[in-house]
C-alpha cells in the first residue's frame, strides 16, 4: 500500500499562496491516481483536486477552480498542489490520498490510502 506524507502547510493572509506537497513511498507511484481534500472542522470531508495516474487527467471543486493547480512527478514519488488567492473559507486540513483507478475522481469514499493531513489556516 502506498504511504503519504503532506507537507507545506501553515498560516497564510487572504489572497497569499501556499504550496502543498504530498510525498509517496512503498509502491509504484504511476499505478496510483491522487487526490486532495479538505476538511474543516464541523464539515465533512471535501474533494479539491485529483490527477490521473501520469497526469494527463486533472479536476477541481468549483469552489477552487482557477486558484489551485495540481500537479505531479512521477520521477520524484511526489504530488504538489500550488494554491493562490486563498481565502479564509479555504482554512482545513489538507490530506493527500491514493487509489488504483485511472481517471480522477474527487469522492472520498473511493480512495483507500490516506495521509495524516496538514493545516492550512488562511487569515489576517
Known amino acids: 500500500q502506498l504511504r503519504l506524507v503532506e507537507s507545506g502547510g501553515g498560516l497564510v493572509q487572504p489572497g497569499g499562496s501556499l504550496r502543498l506537497s504530498c510525498a509517496a513511498s512503498g509502491s509504484p507511484f504511476n499505478y496510483y491516481t491522487i487526490g486532495w481534500f479538505r476538511q474543516a472542522p464541523g464539515k465533512e470531508r471535501e474533494g479539491v483536486s485529483c490527477i490521473s495516474l501520469l497526469g494527463e487527467r486533472t479536476d477541481y471543486a468549483d469552489s477552487v477552480k482557477g486558484r489551485f493547480t495540481i500537479s505531479r512527478d512521477n520521477a520524484k514519488n511526489m504530488a504538489v498542489l500550488q494554491m493562490n488567492s486563498l481565502k479564509p473559507e479555504d482554512t482545513a486540513v489538507y490530506f493527500c490520498?491514493?487509489?488504483?483507478?485511472?481517471?480522477?475522481?474527487?469522492?472520498?469514499?473511493?480512495?483507500?490510502?490516506w495521509g495524516q493531513g496538514t493545516q492550512v489556516t488562511v487569515s489576517s
Open positions: 490520498a491514493a487509489a488504483q483507478f485511472r481517471e480522477c475522481r474527487l469522492r472520498a469514499s473511493t480512495y483507500d490510502s
